[in-house]
Structures are given as C-alpha cells and as structure tokens.
C-alpha cells in the first residue's frame, strides 16, 4: 500500500543524500574517531565536518554543539546542567505545554524539591509574557520554553522570552527540537543560552541529537565517561548518524524557503479545504502563529484513535492527541492547557507535513477524510447534525 | 500502534447495527464526552422478553466501537435472563480479545446493557451506588470493588485497564490501593488449605484444581490447559485450543488460572505459559 505520510513532527525519512553520506561509515569506515590512526581519524574528521554544518544551521560556533542520542537526552542534559552549576537556586519556570521530555522532567525534580513554575497558555496556546515576568525570581535557576509546540505548532516568541530571561541573568534553555529545520533559528538573532536539536526530525536518523551550549554557559555533563564532546558527553560517539545529521541540517537549510512557502501552502490548503468540506470542526491554535508544516484540527462528536485507524486503512499516516492513541487515558496535555473543549479534544488529529509533501498527498487526505468523518459522526451518540459534509 | 484483532477490526470497520430503536423497550447510556467514550444501547423485546433488536451509537476508540458493535451481534435472540449474564470478558472473547489497557471498553458494553436491562424493568433512574473514588471517569468504591472481586485484579494499574479509574490525575490512587487491600485483606482468611504441603501433595491439588475449576471454565471457550511441570512456586503450564492462539490468554492465565490456583492451592504460585 502506498504510504501517505502527513506526521512529520513525530518523526521524517532519511534523505537519500543523508543515507548516502552515512552508509560509509557503516561499512568500510569504521575506525573509532577518537583513535590515533589514520583510519579512526578520518571518522573523526568527518564528525568535525558534521559539527561545523550543524553549527552554521543556527548560527553557532562548532565548539558549542554537544552531539547527544536524542532531544530527550539534549533537554536532560540542559536542565541538569543549569540546577547542578547554579546549586544556590531552585526555582526552574516552564510552561504546561512543553514536550514529556521536559515536563515529566520538571514533574519529576518537582517531587525532589525543586519548585516548578508551569506557565499557562491561552486559548490559541499563546504565552502571557506578563506572567512569565511575575514568575521569575533570585532563586530561578532555569527558564526552559519550547520554541515550537510539537502538536499545535504555535511558535512562542522565544526572541522576546530570551530577552526577558537574559535581562535579568537567568539561565535560558529552547527545546527546538519541532523548530530547527522548519524555521529559521539563529542563536546569533536570539540570546539563548542552550537549545536542544533532534536529528529525525530534519531527516537525519533516530538516535542523533545536538545541545547548542553558549560559550561561558556553566554546563555539567549528564552522562560522564571519556573525553568525546571535550568531557561535556561521555560515550562513543554514534559516528554515522552525526555525520548524517551534518548533511541533513545543510539541506534543512536550504530547503527552509520552500517550508516557508510551498510547504506552508499545502498545509494553508489541507486545513482550509479540511474546514470547508467538514463542518463543526476547529483549528487549534488556528490564531496563533504556527510552524509552517503543522495543522491540529478537532473534529467535534468523534475519537482520534478511531479517526486514525481509518486513515490507515488507505495509507494515510497521521497523529492525535487523543487519550485512546497514547494509552493514557485524557487527552493530550497540551490540548487540555489550551482549553480545547473535551467535544474536540478526544477528536483532535494532527498533520504535520514536509519537504517531501506533494499537493497530491494533500488532495487524496482531503478526498478520504470527510467520509470517515461523516461515518464516525454517524455512530456517535452526541452527534445530531446532519452527518452529510 | 494498538494490536487489534481481526475481529476487533472487522467490527470497527464495519459496526453492525448502528443506530437508535424509536420505540426502544430498554435504553442504557453510559459514559461521557469528557471521558472519551460513550455507549447509547437500545433494545427491543418480543412478546417473550427475547431480545430481538438492539442497536448502539457509540463514541470512542476502535475497541469502543467495536465491543458495542458485538455486543449488539451477542444479545440479539437472547432472553433477558440470558443477555443479564453477558460479562465483559464474553465481550472481549467475542472479539478474539482485547489489549489489555482497552478492557474497559469491553466492560462499558456490560455497563450499557445492565443499564438498559435496569430501565427496562424500571430500575432505572436508581442513584449511583457508593462513593465517587476517581473524580475523572466518575467511578465509585462499589464499582471497584465489584471488578477487584470479580476479576482477581491486584494492582492499580489493572483497575484502570477495566475501569478506567485512576487513570486520570492520579489523586485517587490511594484510595484504590485501600479498596484492594481491603479485598485481599478479604480473601486471604476465606482459603483453606494445608499449612504444609509436600512437593506430591501441591502438585496433587494443582492437578484437582485444574481439573475441578479450570479446565471446565476454558473447554466452555473451546480452550484447554495442561500442567507440564512444577518447580518451586512455579507452575508450567501449556494452553490448547482457543486459549493457545488467544490474544489475551496471558490475562487469562494471570487473572483466572493463577488467581484459582493461588485461592485453592498456595497464595505464592506463579503460573508460567509453556510455548507449543
């Protein structure tokens, strides 16, 4: 069956040109980059490279990217590194729509002692900065907001927020992992002082991940070990991958334009015709500004997990921030701190969409979507509109 | 990605009697939107009180659908002595099973036709029975206590699969953990058992438990069972029939055939699936 893949926030192929630059260093390259010989260095080198092109990306030097396995590892790693070097300070100041690897980790230093501040968002999954200034305190060791949302897309402005956070000369961590790639991030434009970047989401491969740290940052290491990553990230270095995901954030940024507007064109199209041809539905987040790629629509009387399957049934890859999906049992948190009423919260689905998005892909959701949707609506027992589209 | 069975698909995607009867005898309607399921039964009754129409609107998740879909397929033909005795696990059997975090929609389908069969008789209308424990999926003590009893389940986590309860904000977990505590606490004095048993007479009294309260129960599903070996607390068991290519046979295995064996045997034993 052919794949019509349209969650790209979760996770994107690898490009060809990235699998082309890896294979070698899964094959007769193998040399450990860290060795004396020739052969480990020249793995070495090639991870030199891939530190420069993912560096320029955001406009960092090479010496401030920390190459880890996964966002998750980059947001530990930041946190950390902030309560462990700053030890006077407590306080660490998120918001409540952050991804789990944020918040199941402020949750969890919470229960350890460390007060935690989740800042609310309105309606649009909008920050009110007024808030964000009451919360910061002497005793904050940490700001970590996210630059995009990966389910409703909403940008914070995160230029404003650094501003804020800087000026009083508190430590400023961005969980970038769904903006890098998709928008321009220029660490040089917006003074961040460590920001959190995940390969399989600009198409390198799972299992690599980068931790931009500002030069002068007081950093500890999470994981502590040999000399790789200048003592900052024990453990040999995943050669292959990195090098990969040097290659994919030279394409990301050339494809960037194309994000801004072919991409975003065909999701302006998928969301507009999704709302003209289905009625009762909601773009959440609709008047925020968003990621270019990102749409998150609540179809109102029916249930994500059920909307999905019958995606899949025609190849159609989508995602949901409904309960029923996760295993959880509420919906999606994120959702529910934006206040997304419960009729379209459990129905709410995700397309995310990429460089490889064809308007075609666009035409064939927007010809199988509405009848699911109408048959869905026709089982529901809250549903008393005329099911028709 | 959740594994559904065939069947379980085969009702999602194509539910058989969906809808509302106009002049329904009986009308059950159990959850909410707030809670991410909802199931409206309605059914209609001949002369002699057999079912002989029944249809549902349902919103949830595949597994909602599904079970209401079969729950529909399963009573039609039936008297209402009859449908009255359909649990959730003849639910989940009907559909060749159910991941194990979705049984709580097999239970919303018990719930729905106990509710219609209550309106029928004019019961219904009768007030929530107990207190409210998780504020989330409103689920009272009774309620839990019942599936605690009923189904052998002795963690948190199990309660949530079949109810739902204290999957939500979690505050009621302490209070869940009081209601299995207090039914352990229950069923512990009512075993009677030797004190000391030799390695023959344990092996002697799994075989007559199989036997006398096992075996029956799964030949009834077309299954079977047979004790391969016992080593320790350990009891090697392989299963047959339709219980060998069950999708929830491991639930099965720990919440029927390890609870009987605990109760009639050693509270210790641990039941372990032999491969074919």
């Not at chain 1, 609709?286 to 998150?296: E, K, M, V």
């Not at chain 2, 399921?37 to 595949?62: H, P, S």
């Amino acid at each position: 069956m052919r794949i019509v893949y349209a969650d790209s926030n979760a996770t994107t192929r690898v490009a060809p040109e990235v699998m082309e630059e890896m294979l070698p260093y899964y094959g007769e390259f193998y040399g450990n980059p860290s060795s004396m010989h020739f052969f480990g260095g020249h793995v070495g080198r090639k991870i030199k490279d891939a530190r420069e092109k993912v560096a320029a990306s955001i406009g960092a030097r090479p010496e401030e990217i920390i190459f880890t396995s996964c966002g998750t590892e980059s947001n530990n790693t930041a946190i950390r590194a902030a309560i462990v070097s700053n030890p006077d300070k407590k306080q660490i100041v998120t918001t409540r729509v952050e991804h789990p690897a944020v918040k199941n980790l402020c949750e969890d230093l919470a229960k350890r002692g460390y007060p935690v501040t989740f800042l609310p968002v309105d309606r649009q999954g909008r920050l009110d900065l007024d808030t964000l200034d009451a919360s910061l305190s002497e005793n904050t060791a940490i700001v970590s907001i996210m630059w995009a949302n990966n389910e409703s897309g909403v940008l914070f402005p995160i230029e404003q927020i650094a501003q804020k956070v800087k000026s009083k000369g508190i430590v400023f961590h961005t969980d970038a992992v769904q903006a890098v790639g998709k928008i321009p991030v220029d660490v040089t434009a917006v003074d961040v002082d460590m920001l959190s970047i995940s390969g399989h989401k600009l198409h390198a491969p799972k299992g690599v991940a980068a931790l931009y740290v500002k030069r002068g940052t007081k950093y500890s290491p999470l994981l502590i070990g040999g000399h790789q990553e200048s003592g900052r990230r024990g453990g040999t270095e995943n050669a292959a991958s990195i090098i990969g995901f040097g290659k994919a954030c030279e394409l990301a940024g050339a494809h960037l334009d194309e994000m801004a507007t072919r991409v975003c064109g065909l999701r302006d199209k998928l969301e507009s015709e999704i709302q003209c041809r289905i009625p009762d539905t909601i773009v959440n987040g609709g008047g925020a500004i968003r990621l270019p790629n990102t749409t998150s629509i609540g179809f109102q009387y029916v249930e994500g997990e059920s909307i999905l399957l019958m995606l899949d049934q025609f190849g159609i890859c989508a995602s949901s921030g409904s309960a029923c999906t996760s295993g959880s049992l509420e919906p999606s948190h994120v959702l529910r701190a934006m206040g997304v009423p419960f009729t379209s919260a459990h129905g709410s689905i995700r397309f995310s969409l990429d460089r490889y998005s064809t308007e075609e892909e666009i035409d064939f959701i927007l010809e199988k979507l509405p009848p699911i949707i109408s048959r869905l609506r026709r089982i529901s027992p809250f549903w008393k509109g005329n099911p028709e589209p | 990605m959740w594994e559904y069975t065939d069947k379980v698909k085969d009702h999602f995607l194509n539910p058989r009697n969906v809808g509302e009867i106009e002049d329904a005898d009986g009308i059950g309607e159990v959850g909410s939107m707030a809670c991410g399921d909802a199931l409206k039964l309605t059914f209609k009754l001949d002369e002699n009180e057999r079912i002989v129409d029944a249809k549902f609107q349902t919103f949830g998740c595949a597994s909602a659908i599904a079970s209401s879909s079969a729950l529909t397929e399963m009573i039609k033909g039936l008297s209402l002595e009859e449908a009255s005795k359909i649990t959730n696990d003849d639910i989940a059997r009907h559909l060749g099973g159910l991941p194990k975090e979705k049984m709580h929609c097999s239970v919303m389908g018990r719930e729905a036709l106990e509710k219609a069969i209550a309106h029928y008789r004019g019961e219904a209308g009768k007030k929530v029975e107990g207190e409210i424990v998780c504020e989330c999926f409103g689920v009272t003590d009774r309620e839990i206590e019942r599936m605690v009893k009923e189904k052998h389940l002795s963690g948190i986590a199990e309660v949530t699969d079949y109810l739902k309860a204290g999957g939500g904000c979690g505050k009621c977990h302490e209070k869940i953990q009081a209601i299995l505590d207090s039914v352990s606490g229950e069923r512990r004095p009512a075993i009677k058992k030797p004190s000391r048993m030799t390695n023959i007479q344990k092996i002697k009294l799994i075989e007559e438990t199989l036997d006398r309260e096992i075996k029956p129960e799964l030949q009834k599903d077309a299954g079977d069972i047979e004790l391969v070996d016992v080593d320790g607390d350990r009891v090697f068991v392989r299963l047959h029939g339709a219980c060998a290519t069950c999708a929830v046979s491991h639930v099965t295995l720990k919440h029927y055939v390890e609870a009987k064996l605990r109760e009639f045997v050693l509270p210790d034993l641990i039941v372990e699936e032999v491969q074919q």
